[in-house]
């Protein structure tokens, strides 16, 4: 059985943030006009925020090395970032500007 918010490929990753941000997007524009920025941030900020945490982590180096031979998941900062230098809603979150670091010149989409 495939499931539809993996694509059929078994995988989640830009899928749910896609699916997330689909289903949240007319909360967001709700909150948008009820909310103001908590915290200097925007609640589509908050979302982007709020998907990075999860990924936070401090390994060392050697741990790292060991994780790439062991561990089928890239480093959560390559599972955050990769993903967000694709995604034009984080580029308009954080007004991001083309040349920035979190802005990629070539996006890559697959679907």
Not at 45 to 73: I, K
Not at 77 to 89: H, I, K, S, T
Request: charged share 20%.
């Amino acid at each position: 059985m495939k499931l539809a918010i993996t694509g059929g490929t078994g995988f989640v990753g830009s899928h749910l943030i896609d699916a997330a941000l689909a289903a949240g997007h007319s909360v967001l524009a709700l909150a948008r006009r009820q909310q103001p920025p908590r915290d200097g941030l925007t609640p589509e900020q908050r979302f982007f925020v709020g998907y990075a945490q999860w990924a936070c982590e401090n390994d060392r180096p050697e741990n790292l090395r060991v994780s790439a031979m062991t561990d089928p998941h890239s480093p959560g900062r390559y599972r955050v970032n990769g993903l967000m230098v694709n995604m034009p809603q984080f580029q308009q979150a954080f007004q991001c500007k083309p040349g920035q670091p979190m802005v990629k010149e070539k996006r890559c989409r697959v679907w």
